[in-house]
């Protein structure tokens, strides 16, 4: 299997970097193999220009059988546990639109300019396919904004928007979208880190966060060791 891990900055999957030097074969810097399976890295950087462009750009040169997105995210749901990583089962890009007269907003996907339903989108939404058969990790639906929420009032309005959303970040439906055109089979997992309220990053808990998240791709990298 050769695999490609991506994740928006280091710091996320630093411990990650430390279990693959420790457990699997390095072959040059951001390469590691073990019997048939190859691992590679991309840090794409912040954003879903950055994921656009760095995700495609590597694969116009590398073919992967598997894409995994590794990151953290806020929860808008208190009954999300702080550090607990879930399975993005779906992405939305949650900004791309315009803004009304009232200070309402109008989703892209709500006007004539583009169809809801063209490919890769499904009434607007991006649908991992192989996320119902999933059972490593439970599922959550996710929201992806160019500008962080940082109220408590902008984050009731995202939810009476869009109620299904559970999970926010700045990266993951531009992965989705990438891979859904390229027809590459891809997970995302994130863990929750904060939850989207009126900001205070006294409340966060991004070494829980990470760790959690690391564990869980070292779990996972196991699981694909042995395969």
């Excluded at 929201?143 to 009476?160: C, E, F, H, Y």
């Excluded at 997992?189 to 791709?217: C, F, G, H, Q």
Aim: contains cysteine; proline residues 3%; aromatic residues 12%.
């Amino acid at each position: 299997m050769n695999l490609l891990l991506t994740s928006a900055t280091y710091f996320e999957v630093k411990q990650t970097i430390d279990y693959l030097d420790k457990s699997w074969q390095k072959v040059e810097e951001g390469t590691w193999k073990t019997g048939n399976h190859e691992i590679h890295l991309l840090i794409t950087g912040v954003g879903v220009f950055n994921v656009l462009y760095e995700l495609k750009n590597r694969l116009n040169q590398f073919s992967f059988s598997l894409i995994i997105q590794a990151g953290i995210g806020g929860a808008f749901q208190k009954n999300k546990p702080l550090g607990k990583v879930y399975y993005m089962a779906t992405e939305r890009f949650g900004d791309i639109g315009m803004e009304e007269k009232n200070g309402s907003f109008t989703s892209i996907f709500e006007t004539p300019l583009i169809d809801k339903n063209s490919f890769p989108f499904k009434d607007g939404i991006l649908i991992n396919p192989e996320a119902s058969l999933t059972k490593f990790l439970p599922l959550a639906h996710g929201i992806t904004l160019n500008t962080v929420t940082g109220t408590q009032s902008k984050a009731d309005k995202i939810i009476i928007k869009y109620p299904e959303v559970e999970i926010e970040n700045m990266e993951g439906a531009s992965f989705f979208y990438v891979c859904l055109k390229e027809n590459i089979p891809f997970m995302s997992i994130r863990s929750i880190s904060n939850y989207v309220e009126d900001r205070n990053k006294e409340n966060w808990k991004m070494v829980e966060a990470t760790e959690s998240l690391n564990n869980t791709l070292a779990e996972l990298f196991d699981i694909i060791k042995e395969m």
